[in-house]
Each structure stands twice: as structure tokens, then as C-alpha cells.
């Protein structure tokens, strides 16, 4: 019941979203005309006489506001002090208190209005504990207007589940083993399908409905495992039933891990995806565990829904065609690419082509960024070094970004943007949205809109080295300037 009340706040949170994100239309200014006069839904108080409707409202909003923050554009919108901007990832804003003159500031304010980039003298004088912070926050140079979003997702935006799962967090905290616990190395770099990942995550952040998990969270549910009776929690349907250890008895795995061991499964987990394959299941990317995984949760809701056992051997052999038809899938996806890249020139040719690459550095947040332009025959190069870069993505967005100041200095008139970042290319296709580039895509393609045709392209990093190389010298210069240098196009 406690979830069902929970999921359902999450639902009217997403109705305060639309009126936060499209005040414009009908149902904004039905609601804004009798409850927020003022425009201000995020501070609309509560009326005398009010609908059931609006209440529910209200409900979602609470929701909305504990999980939501700011991304700069032009820093107008953004109070210093007041709002919420420091942190993409969770609400944060400086802690005061301020000085008198400095209690109205916006957040604008902090930036040199002719260079575009952060006055650091006043950022030290005002905030000092947060230079470092504020410098990895890149703002906008071309003056888009600052957004609000959701901080429970990558892109920014409200969805009914990330504002569901944020109202369970609060409830549970954070695992005590998850502290240092390397996803980016054991999860999301996995060599397997996306949807495997995400699912090997579900599992780690215990957030399967098994039978336990259920009771847990006071649902209604048969707490057994249907095969053997015993508790089903995530660990017994994964590796202590009998039905998993059979699965696990037949894999093809170098070692003879013994995963009825397991009880802390985060703190195994490493070892548990390191296991390699032997040889003749022609299995040639490391990650077969995660697939077998996959393959008993998709055995055991088989057997719970359509009441259909599939043996432990189909299970694995599952699993096994599985993990190869993707690897076999994903090496044709890179074979594929240079000719589709090599056509797209050619189609293209008379305009500018530039690749840009970073070399970002995680333990000093600094970064090198490398672009050239080719406009046959004549390649010139750029690099630049700069610190306080948050991210890897960030710098491919940033050189990418120097590299469209470039051209529009040199007056370019057509271009194509490359980079072997595939996410960024995604992020300029407008395909997916990503808070942390909000400022810098939205640059980029403002920039781009004053040339007269544009396009963007992923290419492989084997075409990208020279770029590459820049950028990495790059890295090794001391002072953050622009170094420029004509060379031959290679033939
Ligand atoms: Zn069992």
C-alpha cells in the first residue's frame, strides 16, 4: 500500500513537471489564473478553497522539489544564495550567509561578461570554498536562458519512475558496501548488451521484485521461491537455489567459482564478472556472467508466469547464443562503420570537415582538447589545455565547442563535425538529452546555426588519431591558450 501511495505521488509529480516545463499551455494557465497569479508554481501556496486536483497537485510538487536543481545558461534565473545550482547529481547551493551587497546576486553575475568565463576574483572573494565546484560548471556563451531539472536522471527530465525510486531512497540510504564500489568498471563497461547492464545494476541496487524484496516493501506476495520453497531473495534466485547452482555447474567458466558463498553480493561481484570463458563456447567477449544472470531471471519468470520450467541447461545455452549473437552483432556495427564514414566525405566534399578529441585527466579534472579542420588539401590543427572539466563527455563536448568557435572565426561556411564520441553525437543529433551538456550543446548548436549547412558524425577513434594526439600534447602544455598549426593533409 506505502508503495502504491508512493507511486502515485510520483504520477502527480509528472503532472508539476508539464506545468514547470510548458507553462504555456492550456492546463498551465487554467491553474495559473486561479492559483499561482504571481507565475510561480514552484512557491504557489496553498489556496482556501481549493479542487481535489490541485491538491494532488501540490503533492507531486513536494516531490518535484526535493529533487530538483538548476543547469546554467546565462545564470539570469539563478539566485546565488538562494537556489540550487552547484550539483548535478544532488540539491546544493553555497552556504552562506552572504554579504549584504551580495545577497541579491544572480549567479550571472559571476561571470565576466566580455569573456564569456567565470570571474574567479569574485567567485573567491564571495564563494571561495566553491571555486573549484563553480569552475567545473561550464557556462553558456551564447546566452540561452538557465533550466531547471530533475536531478534523479541523466537527461534532466521527470520520469514517473526516477521520481518513484527517488522517494524510496529516502527511506533506505545508500548500501554501506556501495561506497567505492567501481560501477562505471564492473557495470556499465561490461562487454554486453545495454539492457544487461541495466539489468546486472537492477540486481546490485537489490531493486528485482523477488519475493522477499516485495515483502520488504510491504506488498502483498508470496515470499518463496517457486522451485524450492525457501526465501526467494536476489542472491538465492541468482546462485543459491539449486536450479541457479545447476546453471552455474554447466557454465563454461575458467574457475570453479563456488557461488553458494555468496552473501554479500556487491562485495563479490567484481570477482563474479571477471570470470572468463573457456575456449570452445566461442564466446569471445569476457562477459558471459552477466548473460547467464539475465537468462535465470528470464527462467524464473517463465516458470512463475506461464507456470513453463525450462531446463538448466536451456537456460545456459541460452545465455551462451545470447552473449555470442551480440558480440557477433557489435563487431559488424564497427566493421561497418569506416565505409558508412569514408561515403559521408565524399558526399560532403568541398565543405570543411573538423574532428575534434579530449584528453581528460580524472584525478586533476584537467583536459586536453584537439581539433583540425581539413578543407583539402590543407589540414590546420588546434589545441588548448583547460582545468576544471568534470567530465570525460564534458571535454568532447568542449572540444567539439572550440572547435565550431573556429570555424565561425575563420568563416566557414560549410562543415562537418566529427568526433568519436558516439554519446555526444547523440547529444548534437538531439537524440538524447544530457543535463550536464545542457550548456554546451545548446553553444554548439547555436553556433552552428549561423553556417550554412552542417552536419555532425561519429567516426571511429582509429580515424580520429590526429586529434587525438593534439589533444593529449595538449595536456602537457602549462597555459590554457590556443596553439594553431598548419600542416599537410596526409594523402
Ligand atoms: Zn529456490
New binding site residues.
Partial sequence: MRDFLKFNDALLAKIGWRLINNPASLLGKILQGKYFPDGDFLTAGEASVMSHSWRGVLIGRDLLTKNIGWVIGNGHSISIWRDLWLNLSKQESPMGPPTEQSAGLMVSALVDANSGQWNIDLIQRLVPEYEEKILCLKPNVTGIPDKLIWLGTKSGDYTTKSGYFSTIDEDDGVAPTEVGFNWRKTVWNLDCAPKVKQFAWKVLKRALPVGERLIERHIDADPK?K????S?SIT??LF????AQKVWLLAPLRTDMDFRGIIDLMAAWPSICNQTCLPPSGITSKALVPWIIWSLWKARNKFVFEGFSLSPEVTLSTAINLSREWSVNAKMELGRAPARWSQEISASSGATITRSDAAWVSSSNSTGLGWTLLTSPEIRSFQKRLDFVGSPLMAEGLALREATLTCRRLEMRSVRFESDSAHLIKCLKTEIEVAELHSIVSDILSIVAEFESVSFGWIPREKNMIADVLAKNAQLVFEPLVVEDGINAPN
Avoid at 227 to 230: A, N
Avoid at 240 to 243: A, L, R, T
Fill in positions: 521461491c522451485r524450492c520453497g525457501c526467494e538465492h534466485l543459491h537455489c539449486g536450479f
